[in-house]
């Protein structure tokens, strides 16, 4: 009976295979029955920690469940419903807009559902654009559909729509040099001009940076681009008014003799030194009057100038339980971020170093300006595979779509507050996010509190409205609602909990935690959760001793939150590098949840025996889907082949004893000794099995902003590592195996 409604409990200590073999699906919201459930918002792009909300704050505190939403509100979407119309319809006393969860008293009034208050309906939206008809205001696509984009009227700019601008600002000094870096981004960046986003008022501009700032003018009527060198790092000002930043249609020519010659330029340089500090005060100069996007490429700590940086980092101290400096050393780069989001302009970092850089404290140029971060430990471009890496990720980053000067506002029903965000922004008041640029990849997430007694509400919202210009100079509202029941029954509560977007917002809460307190902290808190919400189930079900039982929904829980501590953000006693921690806890801030989920714990498949058993059709391709495998070595065998997805890389094991025929049908060698230690990429060979696994991983890879790289790793090589050590739920020198873990939960649960 219980299982009938979704209510089963499963006890841990006796359910050892509880991962489903399939993905993990978001709990389908039930709302009741004035709305139907279709009409809301995707799981892709708002979730809430609960799908059904408590009634009050006390049985929130009860569940001991965290409350929150993550968003991913740029999202590239495959139908998005655009509307032109000349008043965008809003509440008139909380500015939210109409949507599928408002109710209609009559043909002429609405009630907003955030607030309440009544409001009239403009005349023309009662006109139905497909029938031509007047009358019946549920046919408008605005109260259709969850999410929706409109195009804005003047009265949404504060100037005109500024034009796309993009400046890159790239390291030169000595190591930057050495890595061979610039001859991949200037290829690539030459590749995708055509493909930038923008019109024909698109700007472009290049910066160059050792212990000088090196300016380039672009001007019109000249044969080469002109280098203007500023020695003078302490005083920043721009060498000439005009042609650093210029027209990309008018001075194209220019602009690809510039980046063929960028290469090569730095050739042999002995200059250690980099002043990224005074590159970027240069860079807000040359960006202020039109606001938009800074590439900064950076190698090595900035060490001259304004925005020095020592290196802080004790190598020996890489696998201590409390690590030291992973907040910034100085407040040079936030400042620098809010007054680059003053001026709409966002700063974006590819970090390819190879020794400690102190991301710890550039990131905050990125953090508070809407910017994004990308790092390549140890780069090398002679290494193929990290060139590759650089390559794919560089040309998803320069053409995908991006939204200029935007704001985004978190709107949820009255008795509800936002009290903290996670993500790449400034807060402007208490539910305005500052959004200098806005892209696709970019995940958020807000905790939420209940300030008063919901039980006269059937349901409460959540909507988001994130308002940008676009590439072709357009000033556009999207539109996000997300409904959800509420209710009074703790089970209940439990019971729907969506323990992937729950860990979600764990790893954000547990970055802060290390960054406010210690990361000892952070990890108790983790561990408590599931110590703390198992207690309140158990008392909730009033269940005899002996079991470990979960519900249903929460079954996942124990299982992520050690795969959470285990990850590279919270690990202790692994040798992990500051750098490498610090870009986990960004990433953890700001992936969307799909992809949070797969970097915490991997999907991991067996792949030497793939058939046509509810293969997917994808572009014409027949795609295999292998059952999922917990991640513990006792799931694998020396006589298959195991493939591991954990976001930006794809693993390929193969054991000592694998078949012969698989070595050849799809490796194309001959046996096993014959695999290469290196070896990346599948070989495109004419047998169903070679295929059968090359369609799975371009699945895999259809799912992914860009393409994964791929390593084919033979069983008794030293790259086994890599594969091993994301085996999260056995035992470690230093950490419980996830078996251990339960024991522990069990032993605390009162
Ligand atoms: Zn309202």
């Not at 090569?264 to 240069?282: E, M, P, R, Y």
């Not at 509202?477 to 992937?500: E, F, G, K, M, Y």
């Not at 970055?511 to 561990?527: F, N, P, Y």
Request: proline fraction near 7%.
């Amino acid at each position: 009976y219980n299982k009938l409604w979704g209510m089963e409990s499963v006890d841990l200590l006796q359910c050892r295979n509880i991962l489903p073999p399939e993905r993990v699906e978001p709990p389908k919201i039930k709302l009741h029955q004035e709305f139907l459930d279709s009409v809301n918002c995707s799981p892709d792009i708002f979730r809430c920690t609960l799908t059904k909300i408590p009634e009050t704050n006390s049985l929130l505190q009860k569940s001991r469940l965290p409350l929150g939403v993550l968003i991913h509100p740029f999202k590239d979407l495959n139908h998005l419903p655009v509307i032109q119309c000349s008043t965008i319809v809003r509440c008139r006393a909380c500015r939210t807009y109409i949507n599928p969860f408002v109710y209609f008293n009559d043909a002429k009034r609405w009630k907003c559902n955030l607030c309440y208050r009544v409001n009239e309906l403009p005349e023309e939206f009662q006109f139905d654009p497909v029938t031509k008809s007047y009358g019946d205001p549920s046919r408008r696509p605005e109260v259709k559909t969850s999410t929706i984009e409109f195009i804005a009227p003047s009265e949404y700019m504060l100037r005109p729509p500024q034009p796309a601008v993009y400046l890159f600002v790239l390291d030169v000094s000595r190591l930057a040099v050495e890595s061979g870096y610039l001859s991949i981004v200037c290829d690539v960046i030459a590749d995708e001009l055509s493909r930038l986003p923008g019109d024909s008022r698109t700007q472009i501009g290049f910066l160059a940076v050792d212990s000088a700032i090196h300016f380039f003018g672009i001007p019109d009527n000249v044969s080469q681009p002109q280098e203007m060198i500023m020695l003078d790092i302490n005083d920043v000002f721009l060498p000439c008014p005009d042609n650093l930043i210029v027209n990309l249609k008018e001075r194209e020519e220019l602009v690809r003799d510039l980046l063929a010659q960028l290469p090569t330029k730095f050739q042999g340089t002995h200059d250690t030194n980099s002043a990224l500090g005074a590159a970027l005060q240069a860079a807000y100069k040359l960006m202020s009057p039109t606001g938009g996007r800074v590439t900064v490429f950076q190698t090595c700590l900035p060490n001259i100038g304004p925005g020095i940086l020592q290196a802080r980092e004790d190598p020996n101290n890489r696998s201590s339980k409390d690590v030291a400096h992973l907040n910034p050393a100085t407040d040079f780069y936030k400042r620098l971020a809010l007054d680059c989001s003053g001026q709409q302009i966002a700063v974006d970092l590819f970090l390819l170093n190879c020794q400690y850089c102190d991301l710890a404290t550039l990131s905050g140029m990125c953090k508070f300006s809407g910017g994004c971060i990308y790092h390549l430990p140890l780069f090398r471009s002679s290494i193929p595979q990290h060139a590759d890496a650089l390559g794919r990720m560089l040309r998803r980053y320069l053409a995908r779509k991006i939204g200029f000067e935007a704001v985004m506002r978190i709107r949820c029903t009255r008795g509800l507050s936002i009290h903290t965000f996670h993500g790449n922004f400034f807060v402007r008041s208490t539910d305005l996010l500052t959004l200098p640029n806005v892209n696709p990849d970019a995940g958020f997430g807000m905790q939420i509190s209940i300030d008063e007694n919901l039980s006269d509400c059937q349901s409460v919202c959540f909507q988001a409205a994130l308002l940008y210009t676009s590439s072709k100079g357009e000033r556009r509202i999207r539109v996000h609602t997300l409904c959800l029941p509420v209710v009074s029954n703790l089970s209940d509560i439990l019971h729907s909990a969506d323990q992937q977007c729950i860990v979600g917002l764990l790893g954000k809460m547990a970055v802060d935690r290390s960054l406010q307190s210690s990361l000892s902290d952070a990890r108790d808190a983790l561990i408590n959760v599931p110590i703390d919400v198992l207690s309140a189930y158990k008392l909730s079900q009033s269940a005899g001793s002996g079991a470990l039982l979960a519900p249903g929904s929460l079954k996942l829980l124990p299982l992520y939150i050690i795969a959470l501590l285990k990850c590279v953000a919270f690990r202790s006693g692994t040798n992990t590098r500051l750098d490498d921690r610090v870009y986990a806890m960004c990433q953890l801030d700001t992936l969307p949840l799909f992809q949070l989920i797969q970097m915490i714990y991997p999907d991991l498949y067996p792949v030497h025996a793939l058939d046509d058993r509810n293969a997917k059709d994808i572009d014409g391709k027949l795609c295999p889907q292998p059952p999922r495998l917990h991640l513990s070595a006792e799931k694998l065998d020396s006589r298959g082949a195991f493939l591991m997805d954990t976001g930006n890389q794809i693993f390929i094991l193969i054991g000592k004893n694998i078949h012969p025929s698989f070595c050849c049908n799809v490796l194309g060698v001959s046996a096993f000794p014959s695999i290469p230690e290196e070896f990346y990429d599948l070989p495109k060979i004419d047998t169903p099995e070679s295929e059968r696994l090359r369609n799975f991983v371009f699945s895999l890879q259809e799912e992914k902003p860009y393409a994964a790289s791929v390593q084919i790793i033979r069983d008794d090589s030293h790259f086994r590592t890599l594969f091993i050590e994301r085996l999260i739920e056995d035992r470690f020198e230093n950490s419980l195996s996830y078996y251990e873990f339960l024991q522990h939960i069990k032993t605390q649960v009162k």
